[in-house]
């Protein structure tokens, strides 16, 4: 949901906030096999992370497959869920003890936010301590479970993708540096504003803050992605969903996904049957209404 300080003077850059949400979900099997092999959803990359740690720990083979996935290149993490899936599977399964951040550092994940190890380890709305001079993904330092009432309406372009690989790496190589006031601003607005707010589950306060962090970064990635938004579809369905009272609406990391707050499912469904028919006739629109997640990775023993 965003960066908190990406001047980085105090000796740790970025810093982030970020929500686990339900209905979107990485699953995977894995079991014995003769060769390492991998099938389903964003098979090629899962095979490239679990080749990767059969490489270092030179493990014996097995066949994955990815049952589901969230979208790749959405702005929802999906590369991080899909690698820690990936690498805790195997380690529970061969037994070698790696944790998620062991797993992260291994298959280059979590580079700038800790969000996705979070989201994994403990779901919940999350807060990051930004990276530093550690070679290790940032840690954890707050993380408070999201209101069961509470629903994100996520906005789908799906006629568009967001930045990522060498085109984000080049992103944040050539955007000018940061006003250190700024990053002053939201670590105060983290602290003394969001997190009391849901722990008082003060919907408007915690909306409030959301806004205004949402605008402070879509305004300094404006550059890169061609606005606060980098789907000019999205951007207007999500002032349509402001107006329609949502308690905070952005953009979810580079997107093109975007986010909507709603009250209560009700509201939630009030919000989305008002959009599609305002927006019926644009291509690549999805809208979906999803709850918070304030768990975890799940494990079960599937029968031989």
Not at 78 to 86: D, E, I
Not at 216 to 232: I, K, N
Not at 249 to 274: C, H, I, K, N
């Amino acid at each position: 949901m965003g960066f908190i300080d990406l001047e980085g003077s105090l000796g740790r850059r970025f810093g982030s906030v970020g929500l686990t949400l339900e209905g979107l979900s990485t699953v995977l099997e894995i079991r014995r096999a003769d060769t390492l092999t991998v099938t389903g959803h964003d098979a090629a990359r899962a095979h490239r992370y679990a080749a990767a740690i059969n490489a270092r720990f030179d493990l014996p083979p097995s066949h994955i497959t990815l049952t589901d996935a969230i979208p790749s290149h959405s702005g929802l993490g999906s590369g991080t869920q899909l690698a820690l899936a990936v690498g805790m599977a195997l380690s529970r399964f061969h037994g070698i003890g790696l944790d998620s951040r062991e797993v992260a550092r291994l298959l280059d994940r979590g580079a700038r936010s800790g969000i996705g190890i979070g989201s994994f380890d403990s779901g919940g709305f999350i807060v990051d301590g930004g990276r530093g001079a550690l070679d290790a993904p940032p840690p954890i330092v707050a993380q408070m479970p999201f209101p069961a009432d509470w629903r994100m309406v996520l906005i789908f372009d799906h006629a568009c993708n967001g930045l990522h690989g060498a085109a984000e790496k080049e992103a944040f190589r050539v955007l000018p540096p940061y006003d250190s006031g700024v990053a002053d601003r939201l670590s105060r607005l983290v602290l003394m504003r969001a997190l009391p707010a849901l722990a008082e589950q003060d919907l408007d306060m915690f909306g409030a803050s959301m806004n205004e962090l949402q605008e402070c970064v879509g305004d300094y990635f404006a550059p890169a992605q061609g606005g606060r938004y980098t789907s000019p579809l999205v951007a207007r369905i999500a002032q349509s969903l402001a107006d329609d009272g949502a308690a905070c609406v952005g953009q979810s990391s580079w997107g093109p996904t975007g986010f909507a707050l709603a009250a209560s499912e009700q509201d939630a469904q009030r919000m989305v049957a008002a959009a599609r028919e305002r927006f019926a006739q644009s291509i690549g629109m999805e809208l979906k209404i999803c709850a918070a997640r304030n768990d975890g990775a799940q494990w079960a023993e599937l029968p031989e």
